[in-house]
């Protein structure tokens, strides 16, 4: 079965510094992974996803995240931290090999940005 | 192109009561499927659809019917509505296992 961790259910960073929110996934098959976002009383929205090419992915928004095989990690990063960033993000991972839409969700992070 | 809609934004329900949530997709999408995110539990799948006619159980199903009988609509319905059921409801949609466009979701409380 396939899980997902993301460590820290709330994170806060000040506007302009670097953003990290961790994910740490189980999976028993070649996993594809995706980080969703979601905004105040809206859907989510991905923001970037692995598949098994590259294994830095560069997402929406500056966001960017590395597949790293032999920690089972895909931890979001992004170099500059912007009001508009705060918001809940999601990590995820595919339920089947080589599936983008039956996925497995952690249980979120809440990213607040500091003025 | 309205994408992933879904109807109502809000509702609140009696315990026992029943009700079905709308949604719909102008997409064409072949696949849909329904979620529920509880606070610290991320969203966990309801159930799902990949195509009309043909309907699975995802991880808890309990609860809860759906049917697919277009492409375009997959109603969610509750039958005897409890206050476990108290959660937002988001409704996705993907082609060609692409990735899911999600609805916004309906925030049912059952009381």
């Known amino acids: 079965a396939q899980s997902v961790t993301q460590l820290g259910s709330h994170v806060s960073v000040s506007e302009g510094a670097l953003v990290l929110l961790r994910c740490n996934y189980s999976s028993s098959v070649p996993p594809y992974l995706f980080w969703y976002v979601q905004y105040p009383n809206q859907g989510l929205q991905l923001l970037l996803k692995?598949?098994?090419?590259?294994?830095l992915v560069k997402g929406i928004n500056g966001f960017e995240a590395e597949f790293k095989k032999s920690e089972t990690s895909f931890h979001l990063t992004k170099p500059s931290a912007h009001m508009s960033d705060a918001a809940e993000y999601f990590c995820a991972v595919s339920d089947r090999a080589g599936s983008a839409r039956q996925l497995t969700f952690g249980s979120g992070t809440q990213l607040t940005v500091l003025p | 192109n309205a994408g992933v809609t879904q109807t109502p934004k809000f509702q609140v329900l009696k315990t026992g009561q029943s009700m079905t949530l709308q949604c719909a997709q102008d997409m064409n999408h072949e696949y849909m499927s329904w979620y529920r995110q509880d606070p610290g539990m991320g969203l966990r799948l309801i159930h799902y659809?990949?195509?009309?006619?043909?309907?699975d159980q995802g991880e808890v199903p309990n609860g809860y019917n759906v049917s697919r009988s277009t492409t375009e609509d997959f109603p969610l319905r509750l039958l005897s509505a409890a206050p476990s059921q108290t959660s937002v409801y988001f409704c996705?949609?993907?082609?060609?296992?692409?990735?899911?466009?999600f609805g916004n979701g309906t925030r049912l409380t059952v009381t």
């Open positions: 996705a949609s993907s082609s060609n296992n692409s990735p899911l466009h």
């Open positions: 659809s990949v195509g009309a006619g043909i309907t």
């Open positions: 692995y598949t098994s090419a590259a294994t």
